[in-house]
């Protein structure tokens, strides 16, 4: 299984981001897909998840109506779209797959990294000030 994270990059607070991960896992669409970031020295923190089928989504609050999560089961692929970056945004993102947690969508416990079975090697997001 990999999970290839990209996008990243250095941008202004303000700018916008599109990250996205490419993902071999098969069948991709049944598989519920998230971001998660980290900072050095902090613990991994969810941002966003999304279900197999793309019909629900949950997101930390820190970025709600700003970062938009989005799939395409016929490319394998999940987008972060993130828009008004701010510098508290800067960190490394991680994309995570798992097969069992659609019905975990509306549970806090679904935030908790080791909920997750699949990890990507992450993209840096860095957002001057």
């Known amino acids: 299984v990999q999970l290839q994270a990209s996008g990243g990059g250095l941008v202004q607070a303000g700018d916008s981001l599109r990250l996205a991960c490419a993902a071999s896992i098969r069948p991709f669409s049944l598989y519920t897909m998230a971001w998660f970031r980290q900072v050095p020295g902090k613990e991994r923190e969810f941002v966003a998840t999304?279900?197999?089928?793309?019909?629900?989504?949950r997101y930390v609050d820190s970025v709600k109506g700003r970062f938009t999560i989005s799939r395409d089961n016929a490319e394998n692929t999940v987008h972060l779209q993130m828009n008004g970056l701010k510098p508290e945004d800067t960190a490394i993102y991680y994309c995570a797959a798992d097969r069992t947690l659609d019905r975990e969508i509306r549970h806090q416990g679904i935030e908790r990294p080791r909920q997750w079975d699949y990890w990507g090697q992450g993209t840096q997001v860095t957002v001057s000030s």
């Open positions: 999304i279900t197999s089928n793309g019909d629900n989504t």
